[in-house]
């Protein structure tokens, strides 16, 4: 790579720390970055460093990078986006690096690079702190060391199985470049003796912490299992793919755009028979299946999950790149700047955003003075309150139903301490608010500080004068 492409990659890299940054402090934490954050605070303050008392689901490494950085700045929300906001920054010029490997050419891995940097998609994920984020960083980093033939892709690869158990879709497509690099079986040993070691560690913390091998057991069971999608769920899991295509582009026509350079790439790359063009139809049959085994089977229909696949589609781009008139190429990065000035305070409904926590923090902050026996009854957003109430004295309850509420509240409703109640301010309150109040409660609004899609509710007896 020529020292001009150098410098222009890391210019590329602080365009995306320019974008990202903000994001950093501009939103509250989705339901699952709450739930992930809370087990952070567990190891962090070493209450329970094993996690031996939540249900967790997911491999460690993320929670344990986020509990690095909550004893140097304290319990914020931004401490626990740290490691995806540094992960998702060494992304850009690492797509950069694996571009150049596998096209050798420097305006092509600029190009990569830079779609990385301005898409919505990758900027709202940046500063959060979901698993996706950290796993995408180590896949590309795993596949863009595998020319090392060595243990480090191996050990990386490791790494990202233990940030989340969805590495392992992609490794057909770290196999199938690994054969193409002309691997043999002396060099997949060594690529074992790095991998090894990742996977004997998250079975020895998985060990330790319950005696067994349950980590995927619990993740299928909160699945529901997996199946094969109703022919009736076709088009409408099509529709909601489709749309969240276009707000990871920024735009409808701008997903639409990418798409047609995918299909014009898969063109290109089908009419040639030379290295960088059989990588890239690998690459593109591996980002087709992928998706299709997303939309096939009956797993939700979430962002994050299309996060892994703009390293590959950045890839893709940059070798049609090659073929096009250099204007036409910077006039597509052009078109991407207002989407990516929309996405760095999280203007698009993917990945962190100003809705995306329903106003629990506002809800919280409430909360905050609240004194010990205070009990606030939830049936939506308990892991919301395990990050938000984690060291206030406020006594989460849970009630699967509105009969169990009024038994919880005819048991300890009166008993002199504070008791409330968050509800959605939607039509699902109502038969909670129907029940509270054939009960003998009624329900005083409290008011928050900010607007939420929260209510919070004082329950107090009917029999009180107060």
């Not at 709202?124 to 980093?141: I, K």
């Not at 979430?302 to 390293?311: A, G, K, N, S, T």
């Not at 929309?342 to 902050?365: C, L, M, T």
């Not at 169990?404 to 699902?428: I, Q, T």
Request: charged share 15%; aromatic share 16%.
């Amino acid at each position: 790579m020529q020292e001009s492409d150098k410098c222009w990659l890391w210019g590329v890299t602080g365009v995306a720390a320019i974008v990202r940054f903000p994001a950093l402090f501009a939103n509250h934490f989705h339901a699952d970055e709450a739930l992930f954050a809370s087990y952070a605070r567990l190891i962090a303050v070493w209450r329970d460093p094993l996690l031996q008392t939540p249900a967790v689901d997911k491999p460690p490494l993320l929670f344990y990078s986020q509990a690095i950085f909550y004893p140097l700045f304290g319990p914020v929300e931004w401490a626990a986006r740290l490691p995806d906001f540094i992960a998702s920054l060494l992304l850009v010029p690492l797509v950069g690096l694996w571009a150049w490997q596998v096209y050798k050419a420097g305006k092509t891995a600029v190009f990569a690079a830079a779609l990385i940097a301005l898409l919505p998609l990758p900027i709202q994920f940046s500063a959060t702190a979901f698993t996706d984020p950290l796993l995408t960083f180590f896949l590309v980093a795993s596949l863009a060391a595998m020319r090392s033939k060595g243990p480090i892709p191996g050990f990386l690869f490791g790494l990202s199985v233990m940030t989340k158990y969805q590495a392992w879709l992609f490794l057909p497509l770290l196999v199938g470049l690994g054969w193409q690099s002309g691997w043999r079986g002396r060099d997949w040993g060594r690529w074992l003796v790095g991998f090894l070691p990742a996977m004997a560690l998250l079975l020895l913390w998985e060990v330790a912490r319950t005696g067994g091998v349950a980590l995927w057991s619990t993740q299928l069971a909160n699945f529901g299992g997996i199946r094969l999608i109703w022919s009736w769920e076709l088009w409408p899991r099509a529709r909601v793919w489709f749309t969240l295509w276009g707000q990871a582009a920024g735009a409808n026509w701008l997903g639409g755009l990418l798409l047609i350079l995918l299909v014009l790439a898969g063109i290109r790359a089908w009419r040639r028979r030379d290295q960088q063009a059989l990588t890239t139809r690998f690459l593109l049959l591996f980002g087709l299946g992928y998706w299709l085994l997303h939309w096939l089977l009956a797993v939700p229909v979430w962002d994050r999950y299309l996060l892994p696949l703009f390293p590959i589609l950045a890839l893709i781009t940059g070798y049609l790149f090659s073929f096009l008139i250099p204007h036409s190429s910077f006039l597509i990065l052009l078109l991407l700047l207002p989407g990516a000035w929309e996405a760095r305070n999280g203007r698009f409904p993917i990945g962190g955003y100003s809705g995306a926590d329903q106003g629990a923090a506002v809800v919280a902050q409430s909360l905050n003075n609240a004194p010990y026996g205070t009990v606030l009854y939830d049936h939506w957003y308990s892991w919301q309150w395990r990050y938000h109430l984690f060291d206030k004295r406020v006594y989460v309850s849970w009630f699967p139903d509105p009969d169990a509420l009024v038994e919880e509240l005819a048991a300890f409703g009166r008993d002199g301490n504070p008791h409330y109640l968050a509800l959605p301010h939607s039509a699902a309150a109502r038969p909670v608010k129907r029940a509270v109040t054939q009960a003998g409660f009624r329900l005083r609004p409290v008011p928050l500080a900010a607007p939420a899609a929260i209510d919070l509710y004082e329950v107090v007896s009917t029999g009180d004068a107060r």
